[in-house]
């Protein structure tokens, strides 16, 4: 492990944490004293996307984390949130147990968290995701959302009032 401060190749682990989705380790450099953090994950095997028009692509976490992360921009999501969408995500397709999985699938289970998550982040993901043809298909599917999220807040009242 090289330290990002001064490209040293000798560090030392002060603290290791297992974590849900691999190790954290902290570590100290023994050249210039500089700490770091470093997160360990077993490699998975080789996911292949199949994109809409039928190519294939290797499974890409990062672009998945920008996708999302894009959606959210100068929204009131933490970060961690979307690490942990994506994290919650990557383990869903891993553990179908299939070596291919279709890029609607991935793309569903990402808007499935963007619409309890926020609204706005929803319909961002959805209208590069969907390829809204025109604003009125884009304005159809607000209303939509709109109508969902009311029966939501009444199924929530109507539980309320029974309990």
């Excluded at 077993?42 to 672009?63: C, H, Q, S, W, Y």
């Excluded at 998945?64 to 979307?82: D, H, Q």
């Excluded at 397709?93 to 609204?119: H, I, N, P």
Aim: with cysteine.
């Amino acid at each position: 492990m090289k330290c990002p401060f001064c490209g040293n190749e000798k560090s030392r682990v002060i603290d290791t944490r297992e974590m849900t989705h691999g190790i954290r380790r902290r570590r100290e450099c023994q050249s210039c004293k500089q700490r770091y953090t470093t997160h360990e994950r077993v490699a998975p095997i080789n996911l292949m996307i199949i994109k809409t028009d039928g190519r294939r692509e290797e499974f890409d976490r990062d672009k998945l984390f920008i996708g999302i992360a894009s959606a959210c921009a100068k929204r009131p999501v933490p970060t961690e949130t979307v690490e942990n969408m994506v994290n919650t995500i990557e383990s869903e397709l891993y553990s179908l147990g299939r070596s291919e999985v279709s890029s609607q699938f991935v793309g569903e289970r990402v808007m499935a968290r963007l619409l309890k998550l926020d609204d706005v982040a929803y319909v961002r993901f959805a209208s590069v995701y969907r390829r809204f043809a025109d604003i009125d298909t884009l304005a159809e599917e607000i209303r939509q959302l709109k109508e969902q999220k009311e029966r939501q807040k009444v199924l929530e009242h109507q539980l309320r009032l029974a309990i």
